[in-house]
């Protein structure tokens, strides 16, 4: 069982639809990080969470870390939003200092 | 534009081969984490370097190194290429400081072994 585990793996919308890609993790982490890649593979960092909630632009993501379930929304959701999304974690207590990442979000949003 | 630079862009070579990835990190940043992204396994660490020095190792297999050198630049050797070794290679780097800091990812390398 993969410890990052990303729903839906595919979601195909309509522009303007409110969108929410969860992600579930199995380990104790330090930091959770969504980032998102674009045809051509380039990977942006969209957020980094702890804790809470963090909001820019249209873009919400939230962290339960007792539930240890993250959430990216996007609102007003527009064709340019088309992308993978990843979520990644970063443990806390295990050697390797690297993210460990989920498989990813196929977003198609349509106009 | 990250501030991560990656060469080269695109490479094909043969199996059996051996390759060079680099990567200058953005400015300032002390750590450089190298990352294997491939159809089948999607995106997986494989090694970070923190001021020169190796900090921590994923799943890096034995045929492939690295190394980070005094200006923080960091080179990916990987040798003995197999077909299955064709991926993404993406290189990123992080600011200074505590656990779970942003991270910066470059362009990314697409290696094709044929």
């Known amino acids: 069982k993969n410890e990052v585990e990303q729903s839906p793996q595919n979601l195909t919308a309509q522009e303007g639809e409110f969108i929410t890609i969860n992600c579930s993790y199995s380990?104790?982490?330090?930091?959770l990080h969504w980032l998102q890649q674009h045809p051509g593979g380039g990977i942006v960092s969209l957020f980094m969470?702890?804790?809470g909630k963090k909001k820019h632009g249209r873009l919400i993501a939230t962290i339960n870390i007792q539930e240890k379930h993250s959430s990216l929304h996007i609102t007003a959701s527009h064709p340019r939003d088309s992308a993978v999304y990843i979520c990644a974690v970063r443990s806390v207590g295990g050697g390797a200092d690297g993210l460990t990442f989920g498989k990813g979000t196929h977003l198609i949003i349509q106009p | 534009d990250s501030g991560v630079t990656q060469t080269p862009k695109h490479l094909i070579t043969a199996t059996g081969q051996r390759v060079t990835l680099r990567c200058s990190p953005r400015s300032g940043d002390l750590s450089v984490y190298w990352y294997q992204q491939s159809l089948d396994q999607g995106l997986q660490f494989l090694i970070q370097?923190?001021?020169?020095?190796?900090?921590a190792k994923g799943n890096i297999l034995e045929r492939f190194s690295a190394q980070q050198f005094p200006d923080l630049h960091s080179e990916l050797n990987l040798s003995s290429l197999e077909l299955g070794d064709s991926a993404l290679y993406f290189c990123?780097?992080?600011?200074?400081?505590?656990?779970?800091?942003?991270?910066?990812f470059g362009e990314g390398s697409w290696l094709t072994v044929v």
């Open positions: 380990v104790g982490i330090s930091a």
């Open positions: 370097y923190y001021n020169g020095e190796e900090r």
């Open positions: 990123a780097s992080s600011t200074p400081g505590r656990a779970g800091n942003t991270i910066y």
């Open positions: 969470l702890s804790s």
